[in-house]
Nanobody, 123 residues
Framework: QVQLVESGGGLVQAGASLRLSCAASGRTLNHLAMGWFRQAPGKEREFVGAISWSSQTTYYPDSMKGRFTVSRDYAKNTLYLQMNSLKPEDTAAYYC????????????????WGQGTQVTVSS
């Protein structure tokens, strides 16, 4: 089992940067790709980006390219999401997740999920 705990969310102004963290515990994260998702009230869950277990591959949907960066620190067993130039439409609960299906896996293939951290961007 893998336990994932997100942190780093909060209230920021438009244009600010924020870095989210996702601390993992339990079994090793070796050979697990990890990703970030977000969900705003009344909207469907949205894929933000993912990283392979080796960190050699990152994958972002076109809508997230340029402002969001996913990285991971093996020594700290932690996943990060760097968010720059935040906009009010980035307001959502952000979730980290882990999958054995690789960085291109669909959401249904993610086996482990965190509880989420709220990001609110004011205009």
């Amino acid at each position: 089992q893998v336990q994932l705990v997100e942190s780093g969310g909060g209230l920021v102004q438009a244009g600010a940067s924020l870095r989210l963290s996702c601390a993992a515990s339990g079994r090793t994260l070796n050979h697990l790709a990890m990703g970030w998702f977000r969900q705003a009230p009344g909207k469907e869950r949205e894929f933000v980006g993912a990283i392979s277990w080796s960190s050699q591959t990152t994958y972002y949907p076109d809508s997230m390219k340029g402002r969001f960066t996913v990285s991971r620190d093996y020594a700290k067993n932690t996943l990060y999401l760097q968010m720059n130039s935040l906009k009010p439409e980035d307001t959502a609960a952000y979730y980290c997740a882990a999958t054995s299906g690789g960085p291109y896996a669909p959401p249904a293939r993610y086996e482990y999920w965190g509880q989420g951290t709220q990001v609110t961007v004011s205009s």
